[in-house]
């Protein structure tokens, strides 16, 4: 099985996003590549080639279930494991979500120390069958 390495993190908040690429950079040792926008996202990709793809729900512009969509428009990434993270983790939201294509979906506020552990925790679980 791939070490998780590399992961897209999408979010238009500069304050999260800080917090997050330090959470998974400094304790969980990964590879980021930060973008601020769903249109950033679908416009540098493919180039970073993640092993994972993690996105915000609500952004301006592009939101996460539009970038998403747009991602599966890319054949390199047509089968990325893709996150959602979001405020809004109801069931029913949580299924919303999965319906669309996610592998799982992140709550937010989230918790820097373990966000890593979380990531690799998932991205094992798909490896595993």
């Known amino acids: 099985m791939t070490q998780l390495e590399r992961v897209l993190y999408v979010e238009d908040d500069e304050d999260i996003r800080v917090v997050a690429q330090v959470a998974l950079e400094m304790v969980g040792g990964l590879d980021v590549k930060v ?3 769903g249109e950033q996202a679908l416009a540098e990709a493919q180039a970073y ?17 539009m970038t998403l969509a747009g991602l599966r428009q890319i054949p390199a990434l047509a089968d990325t494991p893709v ?3 979001t405020a809004k983790v109801q069931p029913s939201e ?5 319906s669309l294509g996610a592998v799982d979906v992140l709550s937010k506020p989230f918790d820097p120390m373990s966000l890593a ?3 690799k925790s998932i991205w094992s679980g798909l490896h595993d069958g």
């Open 35 to 37: 973008c601020s926008s």
């Open 49 to 65: 080639a993640p092993h994972l793809i993690l996105l915000d729900v609500m952004m301006p512009g592009l939101d996460g279930p």
């Open 83 to 85: 996150l959602f993270m």
């Open 94 to 98: 949580v299924a919303h979500y999965k």
């Open 117 to 119: 552990d979380q990531l």
